[in-house]
Each structure stands twice: as C-alpha cells, then as structure tokens.
C-alpha cells in the first residue's frame, strides 16, 4: 500500500498544545490509509522549496508563529497552492495561508501585525477579543467544501489564537477563488477554502485538539484522504 508523506511546516516546540496533538490526530485520521508525517522547520526552507518538499504530498502549515522564518512558510505555501498538493492551513497556518495569497494574488503587502506592529493596514490584525484557549461556535457557508466535510450546519471548534484576517480585507473573500468556509456567530471569518485546487483548507481554530479526547475529526481525516488520494494517482 503506498503510505502518503505529510510535511508539517512550522518550528516543532513540544511545549505547544497543537504540537502535541497533530501527531495523535493525524494517526486518528489515517485508518486504513497510511500516512506519515515529517516536521519541517521554517529555517530550513531557504529560496525554492521545491527539491525540499516534492516528495510529500501534503503539507499542513502548523499552529504556534510566528515562525523562525516567515518567507519559508509562505514559499511552502506557494508550493502547495501552486502544485496542487493538498493544504491544511490551521491557526498561525490559516493567517499564513492568507497572507501568501494576499501576496500572490492580491497583490498586497504581506503585514502581518505580530510581526510589525507599526503596520498601517494589516491583512492579519489582532482579534477584538482574543481566543486564547477558548471554544465558539463555527457557522459553515452555505455549499462549502468544510461543511460538506463535517456534514452539518455548525460545529464547535478550540482555539489558541490573537490574530486574525483583518475585517477589512474580508470583502475580498467574497470573489475570486480564495473564498469563506465558516464564521463566527458574530459573522467574523474563521475558516477559508480555495476553489479549483483539489484540497486547500484553512482554519482559525485547531481541529487537532479533537485528538486528546481520542476523536477522529472529519476535516484532518478529509486531509489525509486528498493526501492519499495524490499518491494513488
């Protein structure tokens, strides 16, 4: 059976909760379809990640920036984005997600606030209320690829988090193919999807979390299913 690779960008600190947790959900999610699963730190991805990161199939960009090395992160992104690998973006993973295809795409300066707190208008800004280890309600858009994962209208969902996509670059989301999955009750944005790639998911809050209650989560299984389904190809 093939077994599917999965890079985990970020800077591994044993000390993070969702460092803790990726592991054991990703182990959860795999079943009967193989996966294993390398960690990349950010400071190893200098220029083209291309030799670097070919031969995995997916990439999930990790909770706990910022990263040693931002431009590694959002080259890494690129990668996925560009070479249709699938892409699980979640917390600082999510803001990153954002923040290459602000670039790329857009055509806007890649500010994160975190990082240059003098930023005239960051894309990723601080959360009116910050979310540090706490739990909301997530609304999924109507024909979203998330909700059709999770199956339902809502879910509840962890997070561990200060920044978010700044409200005002959300209209953006509302054309073009970089798109809104979920919100908050309050409307805000907490999770993104890409239209035409084959899987591109970014999340706000940490699915990973599931796993300390020995919960397999539908949207990191759906991951390591398009993650399979590029190696069988």
Not at 186 to 193: M, Q
Request: charged content about 20%.
């Amino acid at each position: 059976m093939d077994v599917s690779q999965i890079a985990l960008i970020g800077d591994y600190d044993a000390g993070a909760t969702a460092h803790q947790a990726i592991p054991l959900a990703l182990t959860l999610a795999s079943d009967e379809n193989r996966c294993e699963w390398q960690w990349v730190h950010t400071s190893t991805l200098d220029g083209d990640p291309s030799e670097q990161l070919s031969r995995f199939s997916g990439i999930w960009c990790v909770p706990a920036s910022p990263y040693a090395n931002t431009r590694g992160a959002l080259n890494a992104i690129r990668f996925a984005r560009e070479t249709g690998r699938a892409f699980l973006g979640t917390c600082g993973g999510f803001q990153h997600a954002i923040l290459e295809y602000a670039e790329a795409v857009w055509g806007v300066a890649a500010a994160h606030a975190e990082l240059d707190a003098d930023a005239r208008d960051p894309v990723i800004a601080p959360l009116v209320c910050s979310l540090v280890e706490e739990s909301g309600d997530i609304l999924f858009e109507p024909r979203s690829r998330l909700g059709s994962i999770y199956g339902a209208a809502k879910t509840r969902e962890e997070y561990h988090c200060r920044y978010g996509l700044n409200p005002r670059y959300a209209a953006r989301l509302a054309s073009g193919r970089l798109r809104v999955a979920a919100r908050d009750a309050a409307g805000d944005v907490r999770a993104i999807e890409l239209d035409g790639h084959p899987f591109f998911v970014g999340t706000l809050f940490q699915p990973e979390r599931s796993a300390f209650s020995g919960r397999r989560h539908p949207l990191i299984h759906a991951f390591v299913l398009a993650v399979h389904n590029r190696v069988a190809v």
